[in-house]
């Protein structure tokens, strides 16, 4: 079979992995990497599956490989440092069946919370990574990623950033690879990482760099374009299409190997043309290496190690042509807020009324920290919120923790905020913990995950009771409350967050966006009775607005009937709507 189809690049990787004749596919959702599982299980041959962390998915896949099956596990970039653990030690131990592990970067922080590169990540675990720089090649590059790890016995990273990620391009599909089974054999000595198995291992990793680094001169994925031999660019991925849109005249060394570099080609390459450029987003890794080397180069002292590329910034920095500002530069800024309805801006709207402050954690609650809501004051990475309130109580006392809480979804509470609340338990916190369960984890597009009964296939399966979890680690003080329910949860923080003991809120209401049932109440504005305090405006909701002539009004096509305005206005200045 073949056709060209459209796919954006992380279906084509995707489709790659499918072709490969890929068995096991794990992941935690995070953009822009969501959509390669996605897709994935579209596919009937592939087992996939929603882990409930980054690591859990890099070692499901680990166990998939260790068997002779190839395997996949795809995450967003700080995901891998989540996985970083596992990742390391399987460069040491290798890969039966080929084990491939997908990194999407966020070069422009589109949605995350640093720009790491995680080039750096493998160049430090020794794994090949490739990148791929179209939607053709991401899935290309995909099954020649299974290739590679089989051949050379070793986990290789496939890199993508968000553009490439959410891009589209024309790809050509090919039949699924059916592989002969491999029969197990019991290694330790290759896997049981204890120290006499890996320091002889570390020879193998050592070894396997360098027939690497000589073979990847010949490796069809790293292409040389000779033409204007004046400039010659060394270039990857997705700044390759800058640098052909901007320069295309120039000579071009297009790596799709990464890491190790083939540095015989490079220094060939370099003596060709007379001034080498080395353009690459985020951080130096290619022009280092080259420097390293003794190759004169420019970089990034032309250019930024912040956010993305684009053409116009090429022309700028090297070519020094003035640019027009782009016209995606002219729209008007679009603050972030919660979505009309959102559970999270009732719960929010009451710890704003009780000057409570937040220690945070990564989700679409992290929107707690903007305008009007402003209570969370911290967020520093999956999980953290928790265990940041610890820390601040062992720090300074109980009594500086009165009047604060800590704040988790109930998806990253299962990815790592469990840990968290474990190790307040153990170590005799008396703080107050909020899991704000809508069921879903929201901010990558409402993927299940181990408490929503439901696996990335559709199956239905036992969904984790989270106050029986809270209980089962020690917590006796554990109770539900409607996050619509104001009172009921103003209550229930005033209560707990007093108490010298162990508290956990589960504040429960889907999200807005899960219930696709037409809306059946709305809420509207009773100018007669209407004071004008702007009460109601407080929480931000955007159906909520300021008229030109001091009025307020609820705009009825963004209005889904939470009622949160209805509960909040003390004078009946709003009113339910039966539709």
Not at 462 to 472: E, H, T
Request: proline share 4%; charged share 25%; with cysteine.
């Amino acid at each position: 079979m073949s056709k060209k189809v459209i796919m954006l690049g992380n279906e084509a990787i995707a489709r790659g992995a499918y072709e490969a004749g890929v068995s096991v596919s794990a992941a935690y959702p995070g953009t822009p990497s969501t959509e390669i599982s996605e897709n994935i299980v579209k596919y009937d041959e592939v087992y996939a599956e929603w882990s409930p962390n980054e690591k859990v998915a890099m070692e499901v896949a680990i166990g998939a490989s260790m068997i002779g099956k190839r395997a996949l596990a795809s995450m967003k970039h700080v995901g891998v440092n989540v996985a970083a653990d596992p990742l390391y030690s399987v460069s040491y131990i290798g890969a039966d069946g080929g084990l491939v592990l997908v990194a999407a970067d966020d070069p422009g922080l589109y949605s995350s919370q640093n720009e790491q590169d995680s080039r750096a990540v493998a160049r430090a675990a020794k794994v090949p990574v490739l990148e791929p720089s179209d939607s053709q090649e991401a899935k290309d590059f995909t099954k020649f990623a299974f290739e590679l790890s089989e051949k050379y016995d070793t986990p290789v990273m496939v890199r993508t950033t968000t553009r490439l990620s959410h891009s589209q391009g024309q790809v050509e599909l090919c039949d699924r690879i059916e592989l002969e089974e491999k029969p197990y054999e019991k290694n330790v000595a290759k896997r049981v990482m204890m120290p006499g198995n890996a320091k002889k291992r570390h020879l193998h990793v050592e070894d396997r760099e360098k027939r690497l680094m000589e073979d990847s001169c010949d490796f069809e994925i790293n292409k040389v374009e000779y033409k204007d031999t004046s400039m010659g660019f060394i270039t990857s991925g997705i700044p390759y299409q800058y640098v052909k849109e901007a320069i295309p005249n120039a000579s071009i060394l297009k790596l799709g190997l990464v890491n190790p570099l083939p540095k015989k080609l490079i220094e060939e390459f370099a003596s060709k043309v007379d001034t080498v450029y080395v353009i690459e987003e985020l951080d130096p890794i290619i022009e280092e290496q080259v420097k390293s080397w003794g190759i004169k180069a420019i970089g990034k002292e032309i250019l930024t190690v912040q956010g993305e590329y684009s053409a116009n910034l090429l022309r700028q920095a090297i070519l020094k042509q003035e640019v027009s500002i782009d016209a995606a530069a002219e729209v008007p800024v679009r603050p972030p807020i919660l979505c009309p309805g959102c559970p999270h801006r009732s719960t929010f709207s009451v710890l704003n009324k009780l000057k409570i402050h937040v220690a945070g954690d990564i989700g679409c609650y992290t929107l707690g920290a903007v305008a009007p809501l402003n209570v969370v004051e911290t967020t520093v990475c999956m999980g953290s919120g928790i265990s940041t309130l610890h820390g601040m109580e062992k720090a300074r006392g109980s009594e500086f923790i009165k009047d604060w809480v800590a704040v988790i979804g109930d998806s990253t509470f299962l990815h790592t905020g469990i840990n968290s609340l474990m190790n307040m338990v153990y170590n005799q916190s008396t703080g107050t913990v909020l899991i704000l369960d809508n069921s879903t984890t929201g901010m990558t597009g409402h993927q299940d995950h181990a408490a929503t009964g439901k696996t990335l296939k559709g199956d239905r399966t036992y969904a984790i009771d989270l106050v029986k979890l809270c209980q089962g680690i020690g917590i006796d003080n554990v109770q539900i409350v409607n996050a619509f329910d104001i009172a009921a949860l103003e209550k229930a923080v005033k209560e707990e967050t007093k108490k010298d003991e162990l508290a956990v809120i589960i504040v429960k209401a889907p999200c807005a966006l899960l219930d696709k049932s037409p809306v059946t109440v709305q809420y509207r504005i009773n100018q007669e009775k209407c004071k004008k305090c702007m009460q109601c405006m407080k929480p931000g909701c955007p159906a909520i607005t300021k008229n030109p002539d001091g009025s307020l009004s609820i705009n009825d096509t963004m209005c889904n009937g939470c009622g949160l305005c209805d509960q909040i206005c003390k004078f009946g200045g709003i009113e339910k709507v039966e539709l």
